[in-house]
């Protein structure tokens, strides 16, 4: 019913920025509280950024706080996370996770 589907990741140089997408379809991202995550290599996925249903209280994991940005456009039936500053730490697989799904994830390099 559900179906996530991430997109925007890439290779991109240390201070950069990416914009990542979280498209829904089946049913309405507005429905749904809407979760980052990554994991990179060797490591457990972690969390990174949680958007509510009602846009009211966004949290990040302190590595990223001041960097990343969590948005939804619930018309687009999508939510971003917008990435500034990106350092190689956070090089990683990111996945979108809403309604106990989550997506196939988008992988994201910062190398010089």
């Known amino acids: 019913q559900l179906h996530l589907e991430e997109s925007g990741g890439g290779w991109v140089q240390p201070g950069g920025s990416l914009r990542l997408a979280c498209v829904a379809s089946?049913?309405?991202?507005?429905?749904?509280?809407v979760g980052w995550w990554r994991q990179s290599q060797g490591k457990n996925r972690e969390f990174v950024s949680v958007?509510?249903?009602?846009?009211?209280?966004?949290h990040y994991a302190e590595s990223v706080t001041g960097r990343f940005t969590i948005t939804r456009d619930n018309a687009a039936n999508t939510v971003f996370l917008q990435m500034n500053n990106l350092k190689a730490e956070d090089t990683a697989k990111y996945y979108c996770?809403?309604?106990?799904?989550w997506g196939q994830g988008t992988q994201v390099t910062v190398s010089a």
């Open positions: 996770y809403a309604g106990a799904l």
């Open positions: 089946g049913r309405s991202i507005a429905n749904y509280a």
């Open positions: 958007i509510s249903r009602d846009d009211v209280a966004p």
